[in-house]
Structures are given as C-alpha cells and as structure tokens.
C-alpha cells in the first residue's frame, strides 16, 4: 500500500474489519468523533504507523492496531468504557498512551509484549484487567487501581523489569502466574485478601520477604517456586494446606512464620515436593 496519511471525513461512523490491514505505508491516523464503531484488526499490521489519535466515543472490536510494530504513540479524548482485547498486542515500540476517561475494562492481552512500554498510569477507574493485559512489557511501577477487587491470570508475568507493585485493600484475588517472573524485592498483600492462585509467584528470583495475609487458606500449586532469594515468610492461621511445589527451589528461605499455635501448625496438610535441580 502506498497510502502515507489519511483525513477520514466527519461523517463516516464505522470502519470495517481489516480495513487498513498491511498498509505498510500509513504514518499516521486520526479518528474523528463521527465514528461509532472500528471492527475486528481494523488496522493490523500498519507497520509504519507511530502514532494514532481518536476523537469519539468509539466502540472497538479486538486487535484494532495488533502488531503495528512502530506505533509509538496513542491518544484517546473522550469517553470510552471498554478497550477490546489485543489492542495493542505487539505493538512493540509503543511507550505512550493516554487513556480515554471513565474506561472500566482493558481487554486480555491488550498490551501484550508491548516490549518498550515501561511506564504507564492505569485510570483509577478500571476495575478489570484481561489476562496475559500487561505480559512481557517493560513496565517498572505499577499502581492497582481502586476498584479493581481480582488480578486477572498471568497479567503481570514475564515483566522482568517491574520492581514496584502497588496493590489496593479492594483486592480479594490474585490470579494464576499473575506476577511470575517478576523484578520486585517485597511486595505487600491486602490483608483481607482470600485467594493467591498457582504459580501466582513463580520465579519472582528477587523476592525476599513476604506475609500471607489472614484470609488465606490454601498455599497453590507452584505459587512461590524458583522465588530463590526468598528468606521470610508469614504464614496466617487460617492456612489448612500447601499444595505441591509451593516453595519448590526456594533455597533460601530459613525463616517461616506461623500466626497460629503449634497443634494448628502440624494439622496443616503439605504436599509432596516434586524432585527437581535446584
């Protein structure tokens, strides 16, 4: 395609599945407020396309800029409630964005391996994030919005440099390999939180201290495995089981903590251990 820029006219409202697919020549696009609805990988594959700019309250199917490798730059200035997933997904040099207001759900796999993305502001008004949302993405910090009561599965994971986690008391859950290979020393739990699902923890190799907050009941499959700098750890009364592998290769921990008394300590039941290096 040699299509280098485009000024869509004001009255158009809709643009169709793959209407720009590999238009390699596209730098730059401009939705105007007269679009109601972009559908499925409206523009995937743009692959010269840095920065995008929409204007209404728009609704999007899924994939809208998927794999725009040099997209740079997005900018949302209105009202919209819900970004589909793969948004943005290997969007691989994107490093700015500006969230439209109100937005409630960011879709799975949104900015997944958005490999530059390394810093980013999550509206206070989300409360749902997809999973795989924030997977293999340079962040550092994250703040977990307010509203937000479950970390999706796998949302943070693979996100080496992310070393700042900030999670509110309105989360009850976090989800499977949520934070799994992840940067951060210490990381602080809600204490009314009730569930951390398996290999929620997996490979956090810089992991040192951590308290289980009272809720808990069962320590998941996996959930702390390869966390090999681990040497603290608090574990409630309310615990009843460790499941398998939980602490697998956590070779430094020398220190557990137990909130209860020594008879509920030996009626917790603990899987075995799998036999593996390390």
């Known amino acids: 395609s040699a299509i280098s820029s485009i000024t869509l006219p004001d009255n158009i409202t809709q643009i169709e599945e793959g209407t720009f697919y590999a238009c390699s020549d596209l ?11 972009i559908k499925k990988e409206a523009f995937y594959k743009c692959a010269s396309l840095t920065d995008a700019v929409i204007l209404g309250k728009t609704e999007f199917d899924s994939g809208t800029f998927k794999g725009c490798k040099n997209l740079v730059a997005v900018s949302f200035r209105n009202s919209i409630r819900v970004l589909p997933n793969e948004m943005f ?8 964005i500006v969230f439209p207001t109100e937005v409630k759900k960011l879709g799975g796999y ?14 206070e008004t989300v409360t749902e994030i997809g999973d795989y949302g924030f997977a293999y993405t340079a962040l550092q910090t994250v703040k977990i919005p307010n509203g937000m009561t479950e970390i999706g599965n796998w949302v943070f994971c693979e996100c080496k440099n992310l070393n700042n986690v900030t999670i509110p008391e309105t989360v009850k859950i976090i989800g499977e390999g949520a934070f799994s290979d992840c940067a951060f020393v210490k990381i602080s739990l809600p204490k009314r939180m009730s569930q951390i699902k398996n290999v929620a923890f997996w490979n956090c190799s810089a992991l040192r201290k951590i308290a ?9 499959t996996q959930a702390f495995e390869g966390c090999v700098s681990l040497t603290d750890i608090y574990i409630p009364a309310s615990v009843i089981k460790v499941k398998s592998d939980a602490f697998n290769r956590c070779k430094s921990l020398s220190n557990v903590y137990f909130g209860g008394s020594e008879e509920l300590w030996k009626q917790i039941v603990i899987a075995e251990t799998s036999a593996s290096p390390g």
């Not at 730098?27 to 609805?37: C, D, E, G, R």
């Not at 949104?110 to 509206?123: A, D, K, Q």
Request: net charge negative; charged share 15%; glycine share 2%.
């Open 27 to 37: 730098t730059s696009i401009i939705i105007p407020n007269s679009v109601v609805q």
């Open 212 to 220: 289980l907050p009272e809720g808990i009941t069962v320590i998941e």
């Open 89 to 96: 997904r290997e969007c691989v040099k994107l490093q700015n």
């Open 110 to 123: 949104i900015f997944y391996r958005c490999n530059l993305l390394s810093e980013i502001v999550i509206p």
